[in-house]
């Protein structure tokens, strides 16, 4: 006979209610390890789907991802040319912009009100009216080549050398639609999806050179206006001809604008190349600055999202502490609860063994179905969160045994108290539960 | 014939110096098997104690305590949970049935626990729900039942292991007086059908003629067992 069973059909209710209880606390500690993970991998995203070993960017630059780094284009044909480099494509990449009108649904009115107000920054009347900017990371790179997107969800991939683009699906961007990026209109072609920057702003791809018009194009009166600082200052030279000085400024002047830039190269390394060794050659023939896949995504991780995944897993931490001692004190009082019953069946003269038994396999099942439901929960509810949550099946597990030991432990602590050393305590307490009447074994009244 | 039970100068105290209260002085007194006897006394006079240390629950400061003639606290050290389960059955004021259990799950959890299950149990268990007049109640939970019910049905649970002896506390106290005096006159039948010595601690001067002996206690000491020739005092054992 199954007394754990018999006990937890008998008291049904108490027993789900206590599960959901704990599968909703579990759902929570999952969710925070989700976005965890899911910001870890947004630093990675970009730098994965690239399939790049190294990442050449200006000297002393952190780049591409975390500073602006500038190198002349044609750089890349002589690093293609080193021993040991596979292959290298030209990458152009930085945040952009453009105004949409805003979808925030009742649910963001509600979170968002519910923020702000109170604060210094109080949003002003009508704000959700107001035209909202859609962020976007723009990545320019040559068709074939490396740093291109590397799923097509929807449309097709960039055929065209123009005006064409491809967008992650969180940008919102339907296939076939136009917008206008810097003085040219583009035309979506495709879809891809989950290529995201770290701050979790969508990629925008298009070919090297129209990212370069988007992000790198000068404004035309900034050009003008150095056009004829060049042209004074070269006239102003005494020792040049004036006949000759007006042509010459000219010339040197689209010279200088016709240099076109990238902000890093990205390069594959032959098999069984040592990365390092390549890194080295690269770095002091050109005097620029190599970093490995791996220092680019720690530069994102300990760098610009170092302060919030150290708060968020400290939040983690401490809501894992509380999630133990919850969870802990619902196995504990569950046990509580049917002390009159192990009373009764310590005097029917029922084995520790047997009593311990029930007990834990009570904590125990409690423990290990609120974690499937706290992870069925944290699964489904994983979409519709606005930055990406990514909790595993690994998390689960952990959670899995975590949950069993602290079950465990609680049902361990609670024990005594039902399984009083003092066996006549056990009958007191039978009594008293029952009639309230002071037994003789604490002494005469 | 050999005592179900058998106490010689029991004592009982808590606390030690200033502070020591004597629940329990120098009681001595056996029960044969078929006899039925009432433990007496007002609130506070020992009547629990004594039933506790009689059960093996609560070990007795002085004195002994023979089980079928086996001194328990004397030589050789017993499993007390063991010859609880094997050799005493508990009826508790209020029945206290188990009660996610229905009537015969309680009948048989007291079988399974000396290891009679299966068929053998199931055929057990059925009788004793119809020898005491509640077969019909057997898949119903203790919610389910009435006080008298309940009672008999913690009868069934404390005949289920073949007792040598039967304690109840108070097994009447949560009921009235017919329902009480019916409940007595079970155990009675049971006592002389079944051969188990039964001890009730009552307050219910009522019940006293269905009972074949009474031990009366006074601020913890034995004042009185009018009945019972067997009164024992002091060291001299039977």
């Given at each position: 006979m199954n007394l754990a069973i018999k006990d937890i059909r008998y008291h049904l209710f108490k027993f789900i209610s206590s599960t959901v209880g704990v599968g909703l606390i579990l759902m929570v500690v999952l969710t925070i390890g989700g976005i965890i993970r899911g910001i870890i991998l947004d630093s990675s995203t970009i730098i994965d789907a690239t399939g790049a070993d190294l990442w050449v960017v200006?000297?002393?630059?952190?780049?591409?991802f975390v500073e602006i780094s500038r190198l002349p284009e044609d750089y890349y044909h002589a690093i293609q040319s080193m021993?040991?480099?596979d292959e290298v494509s030209p990458l152009v990449m930085a945040w952009d912009h453009i105004e949409r009108p805003m979808r925030p649904t009742p649910l963001m009115k509600f979170m968002y009100m519910n923020t702000v107000?109170?604060?210094?920054t109080m949003v002003q009347p009508g704000w959700m009216d107001m035209p909202h900017d859609l962020r976007f990371i723009v990545i320019g790179y040559e068709p074939g080549?490396?740093?291109?997107?590397?799923?097509?969800?929807a449309g097709r991939g960039i055929?065209?050398?123009?005006y064409e683009i491809v967008a992650d699906v969180k940008t919102g961007l339907e296939p076939g639609e136009h917008i206008r990026l810097g003085d040219f209109d583009y035309t979506v072609v495709g879809l891809t999806k989950n290529?995201?920057?770290?701050?979790?702003d969508p990629v925008i791809y298009a070919t090297l050179n129209d990212a370069q018009n988007i992000l790198l194009e000068a404004d035309p009166d900034l050009l003008r206006n150095i056009r004829r600082r060049t042209q004074q200052q070269l006239l102003s030279?005494?020792?040049?001809d004036p006949r000759l000085s007006g042509p010459l400024a000219n010339h040197a002047s689209q010279i200088a604008e016709n240099v076109s830039f990238v902000n890093a190269v990205a390069v594959k390394v032959q098999p069984g190349v040592s990365v390092e060794m390549v890194a080295r050659e690269i770095a002091r023939w050109k005097h620029l600055t190599v970093y490995t896949s791996a220092r680019e995504v720690n530069m994102q991780l300990m760098g610009s999202n170092r302060l919030i995944l150290l708060q968020l897993s400290l939040f983690r931490l401490i809501l894992l502490i509380i999630a133990g001692v919850v969870i802990g004190l619902i196995t504990y009082t569950f046990t509580l609860d049917k002390l009159k019953e192990i009373a009764v069946l310590k005097l029917l003269g029922t084995q520790t063994r047997r009593i311990y038994s029930m007990i834990l396999q009570q904590a125990v099942l409690m423990g290990l179905l609120g974690t499937l439901l706290g992870a069925a929960l944290e699964f489904a509810s994983e979409?519709?969160?606005p930055r990406r949550v990514v909790a595993t099946r690994g998390d689960v597990v952990q959670m899995l045994i975590v949950i069993s030991v602290i079950a465990f432990l609680a049902s361990i602590m609670a024990i005594p108290a039902g399984?009083?050393?003092?066996p006549a305590q056990r009958a007191r307490h039978i009594r008293r539960r029952t009639d309230g009447v002071r037994d003789s074994s604490e002494g005469p009244v | 014939m050999e005592y179900a039970i058998q106490a010689r100068d029991l004592s009982k105290s808590y606390g030690e110096g200033h502070s020591q209260v004597d629940a329990l002085k120098d009681i001595s007194m056996a029960v044969q098997p078929g006899e039925l006897f009432a433990i007496m006394g007002p609130s506070g006079s020992g009547k629990t104690t004594l039933l506790m240390i009689l059960g093996l629950v609560t070990e007795p400061s002085e004195g002994s305590v023979l089980l079928e003639g086996k001194?328990?606290?004397?030589?050789k050290r017993f499993d007390l949970q063991r010859l609880r389960r094997e050799k005493i059955g508990f009826i508790f004021q209020f029945s206290n049935?188990?009660?996610?259990?229905t009537a015969k799950e309680n009948v048989l959890l007291s079988l399974e626990l000396v290891d009679i299950v299966g068929r053998q149990a199931d055929k057990r268990a059925t009788e004793l729900l119809a020898y005491l007049e509640v077969a019909n109640r057997?898949?119903?939970?203790?919610?389910?039942?009435s006080g008298g019910e309940r009672q008999r049905v913690a009868v069934a649970r404390a005949l289920a292991n073949n007792p040598a002896i039967i304690l109840a506390d108070e097994?009447?106290?949560?009921?009235d007086t017919e329902r009480g005096l019916s409940v007595m006159r079970l155990l009675r039948k049971v006592s002389k059908e079944q051969g188990t010595a039964i001890l009730v601690v009552t307050h219910?001067?009522?019940?006293?003629?269905?009972?074949?002996g009474v031990i009366h206690l006074m601020d913890g000491r034995m004042?009185?067992?009018?009945?019972?020739?067997?009164?024992l005092q002091s060291q001299n054992g039977r």
């Open positions: 200006q000297k002393d630059w952190l780049g591409p021993h040991g480099v107000i109170g604060t210094r080549h490396l740093g291109g997107p590397p799923v097509i969800v055929e065209a050398s123009h290529i995201v920057g770290y701050t979790a030279a005494a020792t040049l979409p519709y969160f399984h009083e050393s003092r | 001194s328990i606290y004397e030589g049935l188990i009660p996610f259990l057997a898949d119903n939970l203790p919610e389910q039942l097994p009447t106290a949560a009921l219910d001067t009522r019940m006293i003629s269905e009972v074949d004042v009185e067992d009018s009945d019972s020739q067997r009164q």
